[in-house]
């Protein structure tokens, strides 16, 4: 019998300008680590005094974005030029993190406690939807799983975080944050307004992009 396959989709991805810029992107996390887990109240840390990059409510958080940034040519400068390809978004997903799980593994914090999130640009819708359900779609869950025990090793048991949360996109328009810890998903979905306020990245199947440009009278960013 052969495998179920999925349907192929096109995917429309939009981000703000300078969104791989920290001063844009980290808000973006904050927002939807505020989203997610109820936290408010965002207070830099003192880099100079060995502190994460922020204390919300009390609790330090580290902020990056999954990327082989030490790459000429890396994956984040791709995907601005449009040049970005792969033949395996999962397997790019779990080395853009894992790369930057390694530098942050090398920094020294003056606290405890310190919770990690991780922006990855990278639709990994197949991570969230079951609906093949097919020996491709149960190899590439039993992957992720394998790779979020790396995670937990490294970062976890290792006591250099206290947790790690991942944030992706899905094909939806819908942001994910997956704790990393407990296995628990939030997820986030843009409204129509936040969408065509060109201030949230965002990826969108064709059709779903059609239908809402139309609706706004084909805004273009």
């Not at 810029?21 to 887990?37: C, D, T």
């Not at 790019?92 to 020294?108: G, N, P, R, V």
């Not at 307004?193 to 990826?203: H, M, R, T, V």
Request: proline content about 5%; hydrophobic content about 35%; aromatic content about 14%.
């Amino acid at each position: 019998m052969d495998m179920l396959e999925p349907p192929s989709q096109i995917v429309n991805v939009y981000l703000p300008p300078d969104f791989k810029h920290k001063s844009v992107n980290e808000p973006f996390i904050q927002k939807m680590m505020e989203l997610a887990l109820g936290h408010r109240n965002w207070i830099p840390g003192n880099a100079n005094k060995f502190q994460p990059d922020y204390f919300c409510d009390g609790i330090p958080f580290e902020f990056t974005m999954a990327s082989d940034r030490k790459n000429k040519g890396n994956y984040i400068q791709k995907f601005y030029s449009g040049q970005y390809t792969t033949d395996d978004v999962a397997q790019d997903a779990f080395q853009y993190i894992q790369e930057s799980i390694q530098q942050k593994l090398k920094k020294t914090y003056s606290v405890r406690n310190v919770h990690l999130c991780i922006l990855c640009l990278i639709d990994l819708t197949d991570w969230v939807l079951d609906e093949y359900g097919s020996v491709t779609h149960c190899l590439l869950d039993g992957d992720r799983q394998d790779f979020f025990e790396w995670i937990k090793s490294q970062c976890i048991d290792s006591k250099k975080f206290s947790n790690v949360f991942v944030i992706f996109p899905d094909m939806f328009a819908t942001w994910w944050i997956w704790d990393v810890l407990t296995g628990h998903k939030a997820n986030i979905r843009l409204s129509e307004a936040d969408i065509l306020s060109g201030q949230y990245p965002f990826w969108m199947n064709q059709q779903s992009y059609e239908e809402l440009m139309k609706l706004s009278g084909n805004k273009k960013w």
